[in-house]
């Protein structure tokens, strides 16, 4: 038996465990992949705490912005052969059967499963992918730069999708970590105006590094919306909430146009109010947008390779996630962590 160093979440109140644990064995449709960087997304941290209605079990492995090279594959696999290099995803798999994987939602497969919660993750020196499924990564990118986009890239290159602006349309990003400094880049590219709020100076002035034209600061406004408000002319026609706080929801609400859509992905595990009047007479779209599909993959990647989007990351070791966490949860992380998995 094979091990290798791995990350596991033992119990929703404890350190993450830094051991050795067995290098599995690919399924008929699965590959092996030895994971070079991984992404530590807000998800991983919420997974680990137990944050949501649907659990995950401990003990697992959890990551799912891993980039690395197929070592091993099963013996029902075309899609990819030993040394592709491949990522993983939240959308590890789903069940390519019911309506939603038949008309384009395999996001909202009720059947699927998803990569560092249900499955096993990256946040280990190797990793199971279903091979119809996971990302390829082009040659000549960095597997370093190019992890963030496998969660971070498509969820917000979807959510702005989903915003239905057009280009030279005001755009908000609410929350501007991990996902949203990626967010501004992606509207940006997208030909979109953008705005940006958060409560943290660092991640304000991260995004109007990477374009933003107008910056809130929540923490120092009596009213973030009507200052939105007043910044765009009348507000913004969409916006994108990355926010790990219940109060960006309605304040990103507060700050649409008339007819404009606000494009829900941040999960903090709360609820928020939502008027009634204010959102029928204004016409206002309030959607979710959860990561994005295997065409929206292939596209936000498209974007990095033609060199649109440049997240802002720092690598560290697999060894400091519990360090990494306390300072996500503290929202001292500018950009997204890269954990080298060597
Ligand atoms: N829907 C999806 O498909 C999807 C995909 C990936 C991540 N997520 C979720 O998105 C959220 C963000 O993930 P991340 O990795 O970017 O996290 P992150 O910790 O890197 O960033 C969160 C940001 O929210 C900011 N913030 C906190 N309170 C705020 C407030 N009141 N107003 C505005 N900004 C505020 C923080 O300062 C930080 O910049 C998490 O809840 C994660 O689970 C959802
Ligand atoms: C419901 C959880 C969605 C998490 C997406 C990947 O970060
Ligand atoms: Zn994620
Ligand atoms: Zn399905």
Redesign the pocket.
Known sequence: MSTMKAAVVRSFTDDLDVTEIEVPTPGPYEALVRVEYSG????D??AAHGDWPVKPTPPFVPGHEGAGTVVAIGDRVTRVAEGDRVGNA?LWSACGECEYCETGWE?LCPNQRNGGYAVDGSFGQYMLVDSRYCPIIPDGVSMAAVAPIL??GV?VY??LKRTDTKPGDWVLV???????HIAVQYAIAMGRRVAA????ES?LALARKHGAEVTVN??MSDD?AAELQGLTGGGVHGALV???????FP?AVGALRRGGTVS?????PESFPLDIFTTVLFGLTVR?????TRKDMAEAIDFFVRGKIDPTYTVRPLDDINAIFAE?QA?R?DG?VVMDMS
Request: charged share 10%.
């Open positions: 530590v997304c807000h998800t941290l919420h939240w996001t969660c971070a969820t979807k959510g609410s929350g501007v970590g991990g996902l949203g709020v958060d409560v943290d991640k929540a923490s973030p990355t926010a790990v706080n219940g109060h960006a304040q829900l992905v941040g999960l903090p979710g947008s959860i990561v994005g996500m929202g992380i997204r």
